[in-house]
């Protein structure tokens, strides 16, 4: 009678997950190919099994009769675990039976200040999934109502507000693709019932087990204590998350019209002077939808209420730095900035010494600051670079006591002042090429070009492009 229950609650669920597969395939005409990530635990490998199952269901609905599905697996190797390498070969083995074409990617996972090893691998884990999620795919994760209810009450232990509390999001944009949790309905004990009766084996991560890791301790320790007094916890704990979650998309639909009159011209930038025309709920309201946006969903309340005492409200001529570990707030000509810190660093390898012999026919990559081209035009209306005479080109970068004269102007500046009167970001200025004639400074691709090096009109011309890049693609 047992088994035949929870034979009953696995079709539930498969068709439960068909549903919502269904629904997001008829709303996203474009995905066609479903990943599963799957790490060799009972949780993914329970998804997997089901996924499969959902999919043969769908293609029996005529709509998808002719829309072809495809499933793969992906598996990220954290090699955290002596035994990384064995769960490896365990999960190509269960897809392998399955009949699941399965992608493997390891990964160097290094505790960074301010965040642990477990958040560490979550962000390469993510990392990989994005890797491989285009437009046309859809991403499946296993988390759980158990995972949903661990992750309520950790960040209410952190002091996360009702958008924090709205928990695990059922699904979301991911890479270029989408993100589908359909298991967050289900219970970490009808996973076990449904492995058990499937006869299932899968991966135990003896870290799992640990309660040294804050989410662990919750999970074997204070949760079951809540359960024993108050059995039906999860069914309240989800209205909560239900009504935060509505609080979330309306404050999300607020944000999103407050971001039309604030964005800058690109996504890391977002404009001082409207911000500050909004009141201060709508300021701190924005500010976390930017966070957000750029990929800071799980950011600290203090960090709004830095970025807009610190930062957005300093005066015009100071220059204030607001830091985490990975990313850091900037201001600078009336714009925040969010930037990762990483690409803000100086390059190790960068050079700021050396110099680059080009011979324009082709692009060229500096180390550390990125790649210089050159396109080939004629001149209207005096536009463009004059090609060089016999000279040598060559690419350097700021020493000190550069002068130049913009066309146009009258008279030579140095250029740590054109820099300023260009509103060149001022952690781009040292890596910023520049492009010399023999001993002469000519231009400074993307910003101007000096006199008397631009091209007249209906001449042979070149058009210069610097692009930021870390290496050459």
């Not at 691998?121 to 499946?140: G, T």
């Not at 944000?255 to 996504?267: F, M, P, V």
């Amino acid at each position: 009678m047992a088994s035949s229950l929870i034979e009953s609650a696995y079709k539930q669920t498969t068709e439960c997950c068909a549903a919502q597969l269904r629904e997001l395939l008829t709303e996203h005409s474009k995905l066609n190919h479903i990943h599963v990530a799957y790490s060799g635990g009972m949780d993914s490998h329970i998804l997997l099994l089901i996924t499969q199952q959902a999919l043969e269901l769908i293609q029996l609905d005529p709509f998808f009769l002719n829309r072809k599905l495809d499933l793969t697996a992906i598996h990220v190797n954290h090699q955290l675990d002596k035994n990384s390498t064995q769960w490896q070969q365990h999960c190509e083995q269960v897809c392998a039976q399955l009949q699941i074409p399965m992608v493997c990617e390891s990964v160097e996972v290094a505790a960074e200040q301010g965040f642990s090893l477990e958040e560490q691998a979550r962000i390469q884990r993510y990392r990989v999934f994005e890797k491989y999620i285009e437009s046309s795919s859809l991403l499946l994760m296993a988390h759980h109502l158990d995972d949903q209810m661990e992750t309520l009450l950790m960040r209410l232990l952190k002091g996360a507000g009702p958008t924090g509390l709205a928990g695990i999001p059922r699904q979301r944009s991911i890479g270029k693709g989408r993100l589908l949790r359909p298991l967050l309905d289900t219970s970490r004990q009808q996973l076990l019932e449904f492995a058990s009766l499937k006869g299932l084996k899968w991966i135990e991560d003896p870290s799992n087990a640990s309660v040294k890791h804050d989410r662990n301790y919750l999970r074997h320790t204070v949760l079951p204590l809540l359960e024993q007094r108050w059995p039906g916890y999860r069914k309240t704990w989800s209205r909560t998350i239900g009504v935060c979650s509505d609080y979330a998309q309306l404050a999300g639909q607020v944000a999103e019209q407050d971001y039309i009159h604030t964005a800058g011209s690109e996504l890391s930038q977002l404009k001082i002077k409207p911000l500050f025309e909004l009141d201060r709920f709508r300021q701190k309201n924005l500010i976390r939808h930017w966070l957000g946006m750029n990929g800071l969903n799980n950011s600290e309340h203090g960090w709004v209420e830095t970025i807009l005492d610190e930062v957005a409200a300093a005066s015009k001529a100071a220059m204030p730095i607001f830091k985490t570990s990975s990313w850091q707030v900037r201001r600078f000509n009336q714009l925040l900035y969010l930037l990762e810190t990483q690409k803000i660093e100086p390059h190790p390898d960068f050079d700021p010494c050396r110099r680059y012999e080009w011979d324009l026919q082709a692009p060229i990559f500096c180390q550390g600051s990125g790649i210089v081209a050159a396109e080939s035009l004629i001149s209207e209306r005096n536009q463009g670079l004059r090609l060089p005479e016999n000279e040598r080109v060559t690419i350097r970068f700021r020493q000190g006591g550069e002068r130049c004269r913009p066309v146009g102007r009258h008279g030579s500046r140095p250029l740590k002042k054109l820099f300023n009167e260009y509103k060149i970001e001022p952690w781009l200025r040292d890596i910023v090429p520049l492009i010399y004639f023999d001993d002469q400074l000519v231009a400074v691709p993307n910003y101007f070009i000096c006199e008397p090096y631009q091209a007249t009109e209906r001449d042979q011309a070149l058009q210069l492009e610097w692009k930021r890049v870390e290496a050459p693609s």
